[in-house]
């Protein structure tokens, strides 16, 4: 299932990456051992490091091991969310009639 993980580094533990030289290399190994289908990075609205990966898990048990990394690397907070690309919304399309049919106001 394609999922959408948002990671969010607390700015101290950011900086002292940064400062250590190892927060581009960590995220790096994080990613590679993810193989995400695209990774972007910024800062968020509270000021923190961010990113938003989308990748694909086979199964909900990956759950620890994509964030523990992030956890422990850098006291980051995780979420997760399942998304859609355009072709997997165009192969919903019937389910989406089906249900405007069944639950009309």
Do not use: C
């Amino acid at each position: 299932m394609r999922m959408l993980l948002r990671v969010s580094i607390p700015v101290e533990a950011g900086n002292a990456a940064a400062k250590a030289g190892t927060l581009g290399s960590t995220v790096q190994q994080i990613l590679a051992d993810l193989k995400p289908e695209a990774a972007y990075f910024f800062a968020d609205d509270n000021g923190n490091r961010s990113g938003s990966i989308v990748f694909d898990m086979k199964d909900t048990s990956q759950i620890p091991a994509i964030a523990e990394p992030w956890f422990l690397a850098f006291n980051a907070k995780v979420s997760f969310r399942p998304v859609m690309n355009p072709e997997d919304l165009a192969a919903a399309g019937p389910a989406i009639t089906k249900a405007a049919k069944q639950h009309r106001k």
